[in-house]
């Protein structure tokens, strides 16, 4: 008797090994369930190590998807272990493209993210597994971290071969890196080629352009924006406010204001912000309070430390305070930067005592002053002539001052004619290595206005053996929407010739109003009459001249500048003002000074 099919025993068996197969395969999918639940309640690294243990010993580890979940636990959770998602991964026989997702992803976000490029170029050339687009995805964040141009533009061959170009969110991505990369060319381009944006693609282009030194393009974008019939969010306008910012564009940061009041994004307290910063940046406080003062939503601690900080910047220093007291009014606890901004007041309008009183309050309220407000407090001892003051706050310090401090320790010296602190300074800069030019130049003055010669030449001599680094002032200024930049004793601009002719006949009328050239803040082995020339073409002047004869009288001059606005521009631009009836801004590296009818808002006390 043959056993086969139609055979009883057969059938009995059959049916049985049926149920079990089933039975079987019904269990495995509750442990395969439940696995799923153990490795997402998964809380700290000694279960996740228990958990692959049990993968182990059940046999689940090589083919369970729960599997992939856990090297994801492990390599990106807070709980998780990278090296040792390393090694799970390594024991796995034949990783999918989620385990190498895992693995890349948790490098992306690591610090040492360019392991992940390498990890992704393994996957690309494996030949079991193909890159998706989480891949491209986590490693252009990779890219992203470590500015890798070169790995990204591959990556965005292999986005277009695998067809993943029309992911709006990966193109986005690849975007963000070349925003933040600064290769704003391929950006642009790619946002071009792109069928469909979202705003998060607009946004990523105009914070990339705003942040890269592209503000003109991310502004020009922002108003394509606004054609194509897109709305701006608040992310794309407070990118667009920080460009404006950054060009001191003032009309066009009017523009984006007004969209702001159409679209009630004055309701976000951070638009609200930005708002502020970008006018007190452009030059317009006036605004800038307006906007505070009008606010709809309610003020936080960055609102009150932006206006204070403002007003101080421009040298109202009466209305700075007054708004920090006000602040302690409504009770709104200052912070150390609203502190810092008070004492830059005080610097900037030269309120010694109230400077002292903040200082000490500060402390009492438990606030550790840090190396900024020290910085403040021994520029506005030292603006005030209190150098020995000063010096001790510098001796007081916890931490070890900084370069600045003695800069500026040595300028005031050098302004109240003080050999002995100005040698002391001098020589702890040198101590910390700073070879600076303006350093040299400042030492060598002070002993030039006592006459001391021998000294002189010896700090010239000194100059003249270390490698001294120079920085280069230059300065920019806008016409008609163009930004011009110019460098001292500058040639290259095509008005050049005109411009120099404006400054000849300024150097003329200035000296009808009794002008004298203050050479000090010349120093070379030259002659009186080149140290006028080389004064006279300083960059702040060349953009002053240029914005006298390119625009039409009434318009105000706003001048950009990246290093302190020298002394003898300062004299010549107050008289400037005067003589040709314009109201000029300079914003240089400290401060902004407010030219008109001859007097400075500074009140020359800077
Ligand atoms: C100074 O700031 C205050 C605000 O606290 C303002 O009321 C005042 O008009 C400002 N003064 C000037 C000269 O701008
Ligand atoms: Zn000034």
Redesign the pocket.
């Known amino acids: 008797m043959g056993f086969g099919p139609g055979h009883e025993s057969y059938e009995i068996l059959c049916s049985v090994t049926n149920k079990t197969v089933i039975f079987l395969l019904v269990s495995l999918f509750h442990m395969a369930l439940s696995l799923k639940t153990l490795v997402q309640q998964c809380k700290s690294f000694q279960q996740i190590k228990q958990l692959q243990g049990y993968f182990i010993t059940s046999g689940f580890f090589q083919y369970c998807p729960s599997r992939t979940k856990l090297l994801e636990v492990c390599a990106i959770s807070p709980s998780g272990n990278l090296n040792y998602a390393i090694q799970m991964f390594n024991s796995i026989e034949s990783p999918t493209t989620s385990d190498w997702n895992a693995i890349i992803r948790g490098f992306a976000t690591s610090n040492e993210p360019k392991h992940a490029i390498k990890y992704y170029q393994s996957v690309f050339l494996s030949k079991f597994n193909r890159p998706d687009a989480l891949t491209c995805s986590f490693v252009l964040k990779a890219c992203a971290r470590v500015l890798a141009l070169f790995e990204a533009k591959q990556i965005h061959n292999h986005v277009i071969r695998f067809g993943f170009f029309a992911d709006v969110l990966l193109v986005t991505t690849l975007l963000d890196v070349y925003a933040k990369v600064g290769d704003l060319d391929d950006a642009q381009k790619l946002f071009d080629e792109m069928g469909k944006r979202d705003i998060a693609t607009w946004n990523a282009l105009i914070a990339g352009l705003a942040q890269g030194s592209r503000p003109r393009d991310a502004l020009g974008l922002f108003k394509r924006m606004e054609v194509e019939g897109l709305k701006p969010n608040e992310v794309t306008v407070i990118g667009a406010l920080s460009a404006c910012s950054q060009l001191s564009a003032l009309v066009e940061g009017e523009a984006v204001h007004r969209y702001v009041t159409e679209e009630g994004l004055d309701g976000n307290v951070q638009v609200c912000n930005v708002l502020i910063d970008m006018y007190a940046k452009c030059g317009s ?2 605004k800038a ?1 307006g906007v505070f003062d009008s606010m709809k939503c309610s003020k936080s601690l960055v609102s009150w430390n932006t206006i204070i900080m403002a ?1 101080a910047m421009h040298g ?1 220093g ?3 305070l ?2 920090f007291d006000e602040m302690g009014r409504v009770g709104v606890v200052p912070d150390g930067i609203s502190y810092l901004a008070a004492l830059c007041a005080c610097n900037h309008a030269g309120l010694v005592s109230d400077g002292k009183r903040l200082f000490r309050a500060m402390v009492g309220a438990g606030i550790i002053p840090n190396v900024k407000h020290f910085g403040s407090m021994v520029d506005l001892l030292g603006r005030s002539g209190r150098l020995e003051e000063a010096y001790q706050i510098i001796k007081s310090m916890p931490m070890s001052p900084d370069v600045v401090l003695w800069q500026t320790l040595l300028g005031a010296s050098k302004t109240f004619g003080n050999v002995e602190m100005a040698e002391r300074a001098s020589r702890a800069l040198v101590e910390m290595g700073s070879n600076t030019d303006g350093d040299f130049v400042l030492l060598s003055n002070v002993y030039a206005a006592q006459e001391r010669w021998d000294d002189v030449g010896r700090v010239r001599k000194a100059m003249k053996n270390q490698d001294v680094r120079k920085v280069p002032g230059f300065s920019f200024t806008e016409v008609k929407g163009v930004t011009y930049k110019f460098v001292n004793g500058d040639q290259s601009h095509q008005d050049w010739q005109e411009i120099y002719k404006k400054l000849d006949e300024i150097g003329f009328k200035v000296k009808e109003y009794g002008y004298v050239p203050e050479t000090n803040y010349v120093l070379h082995d030259i002659g009186e009459e080149d140290k006028e020339n080389a004064l006279c073409h300083h960059s702040e002047k060349l953009a002053v001249a240029f914005g006298l004869i390119s625009t039409s009288g009434g318009t105000p001059i706003q001048v950009n500048k990246n290093l302190r606005i020298c002394g003898d521009c300062h004299v010549v631009i107050k008289l400037i003002s005067k003589i040709y009836d314009r109201e000029i801004i300079v914003r240089d590296r400290s401060r902004f000074h407010h030219f008109n009818a001859g007097l400075c808002s500074c009140g020359d006390y800077w």
Do not use: W
């Open positions: 406080v006036a309070l007003l109202n009466s209305g700075a007054e708004i």
